[in-house]
C-alpha cells in the first residue's frame, strides 16, 4: 500500500511540474542579436547594454566583436522596450600604468580611455528597441560620426 501511494505521490508531483512548466522562465526571456556600425563599418569591439523604459525589471547587454553581439535566452530580455546604449574605446587610449615603483597616487603614464562613440548613443541614448515575444529579437545598429 505505501509503494502506490508513493507512485501516486511522484506521479501528481511530475504531472504538477509538466503543467507549471517546471524551470520555465516566467519573464518570457528572449535572445537578443545584432549587429553595430560605426560609419558604416562593423564595430571592431565594445560593448552593448539594454536598460528597460517601461517599467521593465531586466535589463542586459553584451560584448560587441567585429560587429556582432548575441544574448542568449538565459541572459535575454523579456518583451518590452528598452534604451540602447553603446560604448566603445578608442584605440590607443585607455592604456595607463604605474611607472616601476609607483604607488597609487602617482602620476600614470600612458593615455586615459577615450570614448569612441558619441553621447547620443550612450550618455545621451534616446535610441530604443522593442523585444517581441513574436518575432526574433535582432537588431542593427547604424552609428554615424562623420558627416558627409
Same mark, same amino acid.
Given at each position: ?15 504538477? +511540474? ?28 565594445? #560593448? ?13 547587454? +553584451?560584448?560587441? +566583436?567585429?560587429? +556582432?553581439?548575441?544574448? #542568449? ?51 545621451? #541614448? ?7 515575444? #513574436? ?14
Amino acid at each position: 500500500m505505501r509503494l502506490r501511494g508513493f507512485l501516486l505521490m511522484v506521479w501528481c508531483l511530475g504531472a504538477l +511540474a509538466w503543467i507549471c512548466g517546471c524551470g520555465a522562465d516566467p519573464l518570457g526571456r528572449q535572445p537578443v542579436s545584432g549587429k553595430v556600425t560605426l560609419d558604416g563599418a562593423p564595430l571592431e569591439k565594445g #560593448s552593448i547594454g539594454f536598460q528597460p523604459v517601461e517599467g521593465g525589471i531586466t535589463s542586459s547587454g +553584451a560584448v560587441i +566583436a567585429q560587429g +556582432a553581439y548575441t544574448i #542568449s535566452r538565459e541572459k535575454g530580455l523579456p518583451p518590452g522596450k528598452y534604451r540602447v546604449v553603446i560604448n566603445a574605446i578608442k584605440p590607443g587610449t585607455g592604456q595607463v600604468e604605474l611607472p616601476p615603483g609607483g604607488m597609487p597616487g602617482d602620476e600614470v603614464e600612458g593615455k586615459p580611455a577615450e570614448e569612441l562613440i558619441p553621447p547620443d548613443w550612450n550618455t545621451e #541614448s534616446k535610441h530604443v528597441v522593442e523585444v517581441s515575444s #513574436s518575432a526574433p529579437a535582432e537588431f542593427v545598429h547604424e552609428i554615424v560620426t562623420k558627416q558627409p
